[in-house]
């Protein structure tokens, strides 16, 4: 039976093919990813205008909130009828339904800690999707996206490099790519058997045979072999990380690294740094 609760999660991480995965996840006949913008549906925030994700931003409208934030956000979570309206968004004739809130990974920060208790309480059933990324990479292109793309993100960081910027104390530049903690608390909430840990690297390099792992994780059939996986909001990188930068951030990501592999040691880390 067909029900317009959500079964899925992909919580994240930030920069890590959530979003490609969740624009292929869409074009699958039986699954359905929300693309929808909360803050224009829900809020008519006149400051999020809508845009198809598939397409480029029209005219000069301000760029969009492409996540719900539904569970993570008190000012969502606890907005009136919050829950009917969020059910409203999806349909009831696919098998598989979710959506894509990247923000929902970070447990530890302030505005964050309370979406996978949340989403254990409201969505029992649903299954929870996490990439991950080699970690100074993923900061990389986290700084990268602050710096070319999102000024209103950030402010105090524009104009600085990135290896200024990862020298900052508490900046989650760093601090999002720490991921041991936060999904240490996500297996401990959610439970392993409904968790799928995938890496952006296998993502982007063999992307059909790990949508299907996806596809086998939600229960649904495999993609057609002919699925052109597409790329989205993927950045051209401006420049190179610094040996320097390199030489002080592998130490802090070490031992975060080595207790994710201890939790996951089947994933292919061969393209991470070296972190030992």
Same mark, same amino acid.
């Given at each position: 039976?067909?029900?317009?609760?959500? !079964?899925?999660?992909?919580?994240?991480?930030?920069?890590?093919?959530?979003?490609?995965?969740?624009?292929?996840?869409?074009? #699958?006949?039986?699954?359905?990813?929300?693309?929808?913008?909360?803050?224009?549906?829900?809020?008519?925030?006149?400051?999020?205008?809508?845009?198809?994700?598939?397409?480029?931003?029209?005219? !000069?409208?301000?760029?969009?909130?492409?996540?719900?934030?539904?569970?993570?956000?008190?000012?969502?979570?606890?907005?009136? =009828?919050?829950?009917?309206?969020?059910?409203?968004?999806?349909?009831?004739?696919?098998?598989?339904?979710?959506?894509?809130?990247?923000?929902?990974?970070?447990?530890?920060?302030?505005?964050?800690?309370?979406?996978?208790?949340?989403?254990?309480?409201?969505?029992?059933?649903?299954?929870?999707?996490?990439?991950?990324?080699?970690?100074?990479?993923?900061?990389?292109? #986290?700084?990268? #996206?602050?710096?070319?793309?999102?000024?209103?993100?950030?402010?105090?960081?524009?104009?600085?490099?990135?290896?200024?910027?990862?020298?900052?104390? !508490?900046? =989650?530049?760093?601090?999002?790519?720490?991921?041991?903690?936060?999904?240490?608390?996500?297996?401990?909430?959610?439970?392993?058997?409904?968790?799928?840990?995938?890496?952006?690297?296998?993502?982007?390099?063999?992307?059909?045979?790990?949508?299907?792992?996806?596809?086998?994780?939600? !229960?649904?059939?495999?993609?057609?072999?002919? #699925?052109?996986?597409?790329?989205?909001?993927?950045?051209?990188?401006?420049?190179?990380?610094?040996?320097?930068?390199?030489?002080?951030?592998?130490?802090?990501?070490?031992?975060?690294?080595?207790?994710?592999?201890?939790?996951?040691?089947?994933?292919?880390?061969?393209?991470?740094?070296?972190?030992?």
């Amino acid at each position: 039976m067909y029900s317009n609760t959500p !079964n899925f999660i992909i919580a994240g991480v930030m920069k890590g093919g959530s979003t490609a995965a969740a624009f292929n996840l869409n074009q #699958h006949h039986d699954i359905y990813c929300l693309t929808l913008y909360w803050k224009l549906r829900v809020l008519n925030d006149e400051d999020y205008n809508y845009a198809a994700v598939t397409g480029s931003w029209a005219g !000069n409208l301000p760029r969009p909130n492409k996540e719900t934030d539904y569970f993570n956000l008190d000012t969502n979570y606890y907005l009136n =009828n919050s829950f009917d309206i969020y059910r409203s968004f999806f349909p009831r004739h696919l098998s598989a339904i979710g959506e894509s809130s990247p923000n929902y990974f970070p447990l530890d920060e302030a505005n964050n800690g309370g979406a996978a208790e949340r989403i254990a309480k409201d969505l029992p059933d649903a299954k929870v999707i996490i990439f991950l990324r080699d970690p100074i990479n993923r900061a990389y292109s #986290h700084w990268n #996206h602050i710096d070319t793309k999102r000024p209103d993100w950030a402010t105090d960081l524009h104009g600085k490099s990135f290896d200024e910027v990862v020298r900052i104390e !508490n900046n =989650n530049v760093v601090g999002r790519s720490k991921y041991l903690a936060n999904l240490t608390k996500w297996i401990e909430t959610i439970g392993t058997d409904k968790i799928y840990v995938a890496l952006q690297e296998s993502l982007m390099s063999d992307p059909l045979n790990e949508m299907n792992k996806i596809c086998a994780f939600l !229960n649904v059939d495999d993609f057609y072999p002919n #699925h052109e996986f597409k790329k989205i909001f993927a950045l051209d990188y401006s420049g190179s990380i610094e040996s320097t930068t390199l030489d002080y951030l592998k130490p802090i990501f070490a031992n975060d690294v080595a207790g994710v592999k201890d939790l996951y040691p089947h994933l292919d880390y061969s393209t991470w740094h070296n972190y030992s």
